[in-house]
T-cell receptor, first 114, second 111 residues
Framework: NAGVMQNPRHLVRRRGQEARLRCSPMKGHSHVYWYRQLPEEGLKFMVYLQKENIIDESGMPKERFSAEFPKEGPSILRIQQVVRGDSAAYFC????????????FGQGTRLTVV | SQQGEEDPQALSIQEGENATMNCSYKTSINNLQWYRQNSGRGLVHLILIRSNEREKHSGRLRVTLDTSKKSSSLLITASRAADTASYFCATDRQGAQKLVFGQGTRLTINP
């Protein structure tokens, strides 16, 4: 039973490019959560999605960031026109039902903007 | 604003000693969890304590929760070099699905 799978594990983008981060939840999980971890800091909630719905995006920056969780396929966190300040580790977690407290975390994608 | 505050920010002890880390939070919570993160890796869930619990044990880990002081502590007994990692507390509120993490404590166990 594979855990939460994130890819790529490491991503390097030049300023102004787009970054696409993928998250495949655990089998049977239909709820996905994205968190961002800046260097030397704790994780900060970004967005909570169910299949085809954004439930809570209170932690998402207003511009350049978007997230989706389609009916089929992984959840995608998209960052347009990346800037150096976007360099961080992005973690995805998944749960079955609205049980974000008991979500399982992936290994993260480390984004470096050069 | 960030809910959890942890102290110390960094802790360095000798192998075999006990390590204590503290977490304080600002608002009422439903649960509090502790996670470990090895350098550059993902999160490992350690233990969850509910707001109506005061103490919980898991192997060499002991967690306490004082809701009147809005604080929790994580005690690791008989530390090992492999315990070297960052430790984060995370809280959640009733009805909310997101976790709010503290800044973490970087623990170094010296052999």
């Amino acid at each position: 039973n594979a855990g939460v799978m994130q890819n790529p594990r490491h991503l390097v983008r030049r300023r102004g490019q787009e970054a696409r981060l993928r998250c495949s939840p655990m089998k049977g999980h239909s709820h996905v959560y994205w968190y961002r971890q800046l260097p030397e800091e704790g994780l900060k909630f970004m967005v909570y999605l169910q299949k085809e719905n954004i439930i809570d995006e209170s932690g998402m920056p207003k511009e350049r960031f978007s997230a989706e969780f389609p009916k089929e396929g992984p959840s995608i966190l998209r960052i347009q026109q990346v800037v150096r300040g976007d360099s961080a580790a992005y973690f995805c977690a998944s749960s079955w039902g609205d049980r974000g407290v008991e979500a399982f975390f992936g290994q993260g994608t480390r984004l470096t903007v050069v | 604003s960030q809910q959890g505050e942890e102290d110390p920010q960094a802790l360095s002890i000798q192998e075999g000693e006990n390590a204590t880390m503290n977490c304080s939070y600002k608002t009422s919570i439903n649960n509090l969890q502790w996670y470990r993160q090895n350098s550059g890796r993902g999160l490992v869930h350690l233990i969850l304590i509910r707001s109506n619990e005061r103490e919980k044990h898991s192997g060499r880990l002991r967690v306490t929760l004082d809701t009147s002081k809005k604080s929790s502590s994580l005690l690791i007994t008989a530390s090992r070099a492999a315990d070297t990692a960052s430790y984060f507390c995370a809280t959640d509120r009733q009805g909310a699905q997101k976790l709010v993490f503290g800044q973490g404590t970087r623990l170094t166990i010296n052999p």
